[in-house]
């Protein structure tokens, strides 16, 4: 699939991408060393991990909300534009404007739900306000002695139970640590999508997608049977 062209990052930028594309590779690595393991085991020792498929769910839950915000760094997102095809000018970049005012909208909505879904679990407040925030709920449940079902804390249990869960022990992965990537992955999305307003905003970008993956298709296909 193309993507749009961008000015070269700096060497700082060109440091940020290759920790994303690193973090995304060990994720991957991870899930797929996981899952190996474990059928060995199952099948050629008739044990099992209990905790690895727990683990596998989380780590994918990781590289999808990490991947969503990497996608609009890469503008790799799809979607429709053949309304947007039909204009021209001062009215496609009007159009797209208003679509990147809705994303930001609709990104700054995900990110309250995704704090007040993940705050009690770290022991924070939850924020008032149905849409917009309007101050901090001292009333929030605190949450933080919940566990994940199978998986074993590898480091830091002190650290966590006297922070985290007033000194009482925990005997499994307190549940924020995994969750921790709802308001982390949103926040990072909305940052992208910022970005990508400005690139528009400055006359870099005239979308912020890629969203010809049928064209791309057949120029593949013709590419292919001309080479046959």
Not at 44 to 63: K, M, P, Q, R, Y
Not at 104 to 113: D, I, R, V
Request: overall charge negative; charged content about 20%.
């Amino acid at each position: 699939m193309s993507q749009q062209s961008h000015p070269s990052p700096s060497g700082f930028g060109r440091f940020i991408d290759g920790v994303e594309r690193t973090f995304i590779a060990v994720l991957l690595g991870l899930m797929t060393m996981v899952t190996f393991v474990n059928v060995v085991m199952r099948y050629g020792f008739g044990t099992s991990l209990l905790w690895g498929l727990e683990v596998t769910l989380i780590l994918f839950a990781w590289l999808v909300l990490f991947g969503i915000s990497y996608g609009f760094k890469i503008t790799a997102h799809l979607g429709v534009d053949a309304v947007l095809n039909l204009t021209g000018g001062g009215l496609r970049r009007a159009l797209v404007m208003i679509s990147a005012v809705c994303c930001l909208a609709y990104g700054g909505l995900l990110m309250k739900g995704a704090w007040d879904y993940w705050a009690p679990f770290g022991g924070y407040q939850q924020t008032t306000g149905r849409v917009l925030p309007t101050g901090f709920d001292e009333k929030t449940r605190d949450q933080g002695w919940y566990e994940t079902e199978q998986v074993p804390i590898p480091f830091g249990r002190t650290f966590l139970e006297e922070r985290f869960n007033l000194g009482e022990e925990y005997e499994k992965l307190p549940r924020f640590i995994p969750y921790v990537i709802l308001p982390i992955g949103v926040l990072l999305m909305l940052f992208r999508i910022a970005q990508a307003t400005v690139r528009v905003i400055r006359g870099q970008d005239d979308s912020l997608i890629v969203s010809h993956e049928a064209e791309d298709a057949v120029e593949e296909a013709a590419a292919l049977n001309r080479e046959a």
